[in-house]
């Protein structure tokens, strides 16, 4: 699996309207055969800066990701709403997905 972390530092006159202005973006990826999930979330700290979090199930399924029209789609709508370039982690895994957390279970009822 190919797991991708990224952090977009919205611009502020925007950030209320990011979840909009990425939604064909994120519906079409998640329809594509590769996708894991394709998860946004907004900062606690700072209402500016969203993260997604990605997971393609190999190389291949990246390569059709980043070569789609709904991808440059998605670049051309998000280029005009962020305030800085954003940061990426990408890293390869044996994983095919989430797998529970050892260290924390839900307790009572």
């Given at each position: 699996?190919?797991?991708?972390?990224?952090?977009?530092?919205?611009?502020?006159?925007?950030?209320?309207?990011?979840?909009?202005?990425?939604?064909?973006?994120?519906?079409?990826?998640?329809?594509?055969?590769?996708?894991?999930?394709?998860?946004?979330?907004?900062?606690?700290?700072?209402?500016?800066v969203y993260t997604l979090l990605e997971g393609f199930a190999d190389d291949e399924a990246g390569a059709v990701h980043?070569?789609?029209?709904?991808?440059?789609?998605?670049?051309?709508?998000?280029?005009?709403?962020?305030?800085?370039?954003?940061?990426?982690?990408?890293?390869?895994?044996?994983?095919?997905?989430?797998?529970?957390?050892?260290?924390?279970?839900?307790?009572?009822?």
């Open positions: 699996m190919i797991f991708i972390a990224v952090r977009f530092t919205v611009r502020p006159d925007l950030a209320d309207r990011w979840p909009d202005l990425v939604a064909d973006f994120t519906r079409a990826t998640r329809a594509e055969p590769g996708n894991l999930f394709f998860d946004w979330s907004r900062g606690v700290d700072d209402p500016n980043v070569a789609s029209d709904h991808f440059a789609a998605g670049l051309a709508a998000m280029a005009g709403a962020v305030a800085a370039t954003p940061e990426i982690i990408n890293v390869r895994t044996d994983r095919r997905g989430w797998g529970p957390m050892a260290e924390l279970a839900p307790t009572g009822a």
